[in-house]
Protein backbone atom coordinates (compact mmCIF):
# COMPACT_ATOMS: atom_id res chain seq x y z
CA UNK A 1 0.00 0.00 0.00
CA UNK A 2 1.01 3.72 -1.07
CA UNK A 3 1.08 5.94 1.78
CA UNK A 4 -1.47 8.54 1.35
CA UNK A 5 -0.37 11.99 0.71
CA UNK A 6 -0.51 14.69 3.17
CA UNK A 7 -3.56 16.98 3.24
CA UNK A 8 -2.12 19.93 5.28
CA UNK A 9 1.03 21.42 5.87
CA UNK A 10 3.10 20.52 9.69
CA UNK A 11 4.96 23.82 10.23
CA UNK A 12 3.68 26.98 11.67
CA UNK A 13 5.81 29.01 8.64
CA UNK A 14 3.47 26.94 6.24
CA UNK A 15 0.21 26.83 7.68
CA UNK A 16 -2.67 27.29 5.07
CA UNK A 17 -5.17 29.85 5.90
CA UNK A 18 -8.75 29.95 6.70
CA UNK A 19 -11.18 32.60 5.48
CA UNK A 20 -13.71 33.42 8.56
CA UNK A 21 -17.10 34.18 7.30
CA UNK A 22 -18.45 37.40 8.39
CA UNK A 23 -20.15 35.78 10.81
CA UNK A 24 -16.74 34.13 12.31
CA UNK A 25 -17.95 30.57 11.14
CA UNK A 26 -15.14 28.02 8.49
CA UNK A 27 -15.23 24.56 8.33
CA UNK A 28 -12.17 22.66 7.37
CA UNK A 29 -12.48 19.22 6.32
CA UNK A 30 -9.29 16.98 5.85
CA UNK A 31 -7.63 13.36 6.68
CA UNK A 32 -5.16 12.15 9.27
CA UNK A 33 -2.25 10.53 7.37
CA UNK A 34 -0.21 8.80 9.93
CA UNK A 35 -0.78 8.17 13.74
CA UNK A 36 1.68 10.70 13.94
CA UNK A 37 0.70 13.27 11.52
CA UNK A 38 0.37 17.26 12.27
CA UNK A 39 -1.54 19.45 10.51
CA UNK A 40 -1.28 23.42 10.82
CA UNK A 41 -4.04 26.02 9.64
CA UNK A 42 -4.42 29.91 9.95
CA UNK A 43 -6.86 32.24 10.86
CA UNK A 44 -6.98 35.26 12.43
CA UNK A 45 -9.08 35.36 15.32
CA UNK A 46 -12.07 38.58 15.72
CA UNK A 47 -10.56 40.66 18.60
CA UNK A 48 -13.68 41.38 19.92
CA UNK A 49 -15.70 37.73 20.72
CA UNK A 50 -14.51 34.32 21.59
CA UNK A 51 -13.78 31.62 19.29
CA UNK A 52 -15.03 28.21 19.45
CA UNK A 53 -13.20 25.63 17.70
CA UNK A 54 -14.21 22.24 17.71
CA UNK A 55 -12.46 18.96 16.09
CA UNK A 56 -14.99 15.79 15.55
CA UNK A 57 -13.80 12.94 14.54
CA UNK A 58 -16.44 10.38 11.85
CA UNK A 59 -18.36 8.49 14.36
CA UNK A 60 -16.77 5.07 12.55
CA UNK A 61 -13.15 6.85 13.18
CA UNK A 62 -10.90 5.79 16.48
CA UNK A 63 -8.92 8.94 15.82
CA UNK A 64 -8.12 10.69 19.52
CA UNK A 65 -6.82 13.88 18.20
CA UNK A 66 -5.79 17.37 20.12
CA UNK A 67 -5.92 21.08 19.76
CA UNK A 68 -3.70 23.49 20.51
CA UNK A 69 -4.10 27.53 19.50
CA UNK A 70 -0.43 28.66 18.82
CA UNK A 71 0.46 32.53 18.51
CA UNK A 72 1.97 33.37 14.83
CA UNK A 73 5.15 33.45 17.22
CA UNK A 74 4.35 29.82 18.05
CA UNK A 75 3.31 30.42 21.59
CA UNK A 76 1.02 28.21 22.82
CA UNK A 77 -2.31 30.18 23.72
CA UNK A 78 -4.60 26.78 24.29
CA UNK A 79 -5.10 23.56 24.03
CA UNK A 80 -7.39 20.21 24.50
CA UNK A 81 -7.55 16.88 24.29
CA UNK A 82 -10.77 14.69 24.43
CA UNK A 83 -13.02 17.75 26.18
CA UNK A 84 -15.35 17.47 22.71
CA UNK A 85 -16.32 13.79 23.83
CA UNK A 86 -14.97 10.91 22.86
CA UNK A 87 -11.73 11.40 21.04
CA UNK A 88 -12.57 14.96 19.84
CA UNK A 89 -11.51 17.63 20.88
CA UNK A 90 -13.18 21.27 22.00
CA UNK A 91 -12.15 24.92 22.50
CA UNK A 92 -14.00 28.42 23.26
Known amino acids: ?23 GITTHLGSVDATDDVDVLRFMAPSNRPITIALNALVSSSLDAAVEIRSAHDELIAADDNRGGGGDSYLT
Open 1 to 23: LAKAEDDLPNRLEDARSLSLSTT
